[in-house]
């Protein structure tokens, strides 16, 4: 059993490592900000600690951290990934100076192992997978801030002589998910049988199953024969089009809606490539997807059919009626 310090439980993938971390017995502690948003804990608020605090404050969080005294580090806080998380000085605020504030708290107490989390948004456009070496051209604001973190956290390691590491995330989806985003609205709307509106077929990602993303934070962590500052591709490596997507939601769900393509304006992060080179993943954690996208897609689809409140709730927030 470890005793694991976590932030950002409170968003999506955070709360399904939180829930993965509880089931394998280890001791949690969960740093959440005022006023946070409590649904993706509520079931399992018994079972963790939680501790109000903002990254930003430096004094008060060293004192956290310091009665805690982690022996593993999961750093998920985040702002600005979607379009209505648009503060700049937030996700400044969030994501560096926070950041920041924590790996210094932490390295006055000592760890084991400190998982910071990136995004495939540092590395920008390209037209193919890029490894880790790639020179980063982030594509927005809140992918320099993740780019800065990510820089940040690789010198501090190399400098301190500690094991933090970076992952650089790719598409997540899985349960969860906020009530927004593309996989969870196909879901919802394909229940009833309809599509959404949607963007052009050749719009492409790669989705990465959320519990396997677990198993990455998990190897990151426990694996002890790094290199020092690794920053890792967490991706499948395969990409998938907005076409198979939908064709994929239509099969499993029996939709007989036609796709009304281009019915949505795409968005400026919108794109033909985007895709992980995960090799340095597999190699140094040994690290592999278990889902594919069929697996992974049917899986969420059987969460939510399990959990009618659930259905309820991402209805509320995507203004569907009952």
Not at 67 to 90: C, E, K, M, T
Not at 148 to 167: G, P
Not at 226 to 234: C, K, L, P
Not at 254 to 266: C, V
């Amino acid at each position: 059993m470890k005793r694991v310090i976590l932030t950002g439980a409170t968003g999506f993938v955070g709360a399904n490592l939180t829930r993965r971390l509880l089931s394998e017995g280890h001791e949690l502690h969960l740093l959440v900000r005022r006023n946070y948003t409590a649904w993706r804990i509520e079931a399992i608020r018994a079972d963790v600690q939680l501790h109000e605090v903002e990254l930003s404050d430096a004094d008060i969080l060293t004192n956290v951290v310091k009665r805690v005294q982690p022996d593993w580090i999961f750093h998920l806080a985040a702002y600005g990934a979607y379009s209505s998380q648009a503060n700049l000085h937030r996700m400044i605020h969030t994501n560096i100076i926070g950041t920041v504030n924590l790996v210094e708290a932490c390295l006055k107490t000592g760890f084991e192992a400190f998982v910071n989390t990136g995004s495939s948004s540092e590395y920008g456009f390209k037209s193919y997978a890029p490894s880790e070496k790639d020179f980063l051209e982030p594509n927005s604001c809140y992918a320099v801030t993740k780019a800065s973190a990510t820089l940040f956290c690789r010198y501090m390691a190399l400098c301190r002589d500690v094991r933090l590491v970076t992952l650089r995330l790719y598409s997540v989806y899985g349960t969860f998910e906020e009530p927004t985003r593309l996989i969870p609205t196909l879901i919802i709307h394909g229940l009833r049988g309809e599509l959404p509106t949607l963007v052009n077929a050749n719009v492409a990602r790669d989705y990465v199953y959320v519990e396997d993303v677990n198993d990455a934070y998990l190897l990151a962590a426990s694996r002890v024969e790094q290199e020092i500052g690794s920053v890792y591709n967490i991706g499948t490596g395969r990409q998938t089009f907005m076409g198979e997507v939908v064709a994929t939601a239509r099969r499993k769900m029996k939709i007989t809606a036609e796709p009304l393509w281009g019915s949505m304006q795409n968005r400026n992060w919108d794109t033909a490539v985007w895709v992980a080179d995960n090799k340095a993943a597999q190699e140094s954690l040994g690290w592999k997807p278990r889902y594919d996208f069929d697996q992974g897609f049917e899986e969420t689809i059987n969460w939510f059919i399990a959990r009618p409140e659930m259905i309820q709730f991402y209805q509320r927030h995507r203004e569907l009626p009952a």
